[in-house]
C-alpha cells in the first residue's frame, strides 16, 4: 500500500478510536492494517526519542512511535497496543495506551491547533476524538527530530 494517498476522516465515517493517556484521536479505518496487542518491542539505542523500538508482526519488521510525543505530550507509558498504520512510505505503529475501538464519528465540532491533527469529532458516547493527519504525523522530518 506504500504510496497510496492516506484516507482523511470525516464525519459519518468508521474510524478506529486510539487512546493516548486521557485524550481519544481518530484514523481512518482505510488506514490502519491492523491492532497488535502487547507487542515485543526490541528498543533502539539511538534513534529519536519518538521510535519506542521495532518489533516482528509475521516476518515483517514494524517500527513503533510513541503517539504522545508525536503530539507535542507526554511520552506514552507502556505499550499495551500498537495501531498498525499504512504510509506512503510503509507501516509504522502508534502506541495507543488502552484498548482501540471502531466508531463511526458524529459532527466535527471544530479544528484541532495540535501539529499532525486534523478536526475535533464526536463520538457516540459523548467523547471528543481528534482526528490524526497520519502523513503530516508521521513524515520523515516529523520523526527525526
Known sequence: MAGAPTPRVVSGQLALLIPVG???????????????????????????????GV???????????????LLGLRPCTGEP?????????????????DMPQTVRLSESVGHSDIEGTTETYLVADARLAVALDVPTLLSPARISQ
Do not use: M, Q, W
Open 55 to 69: 518489533f516482528n508482526v509475521r516476518g515483517d519488521i514494524v517500527v513503533l512511535l510513541d503517539t504522545g510525543l
Open 81 to 97: 497496543y500498537a495501531v498498525l498504520v499504512e504510509t506512503a512510505h510503509g507501516t509504522a505503529g502508534l502506541v495507543a495506551t
Open 22 to 52: 486521557s485524550d481519544t484521536y481518530a484514523v481512518s479505518l482505510e488506514t490502519v492494517r491492523e491492532v497488535v496487542v502487547d507487542p515485543r518491542v526490541t528498543k533502539l539505542p539511538t534513534s529519536p526519542a519518538v521510535v519506542r
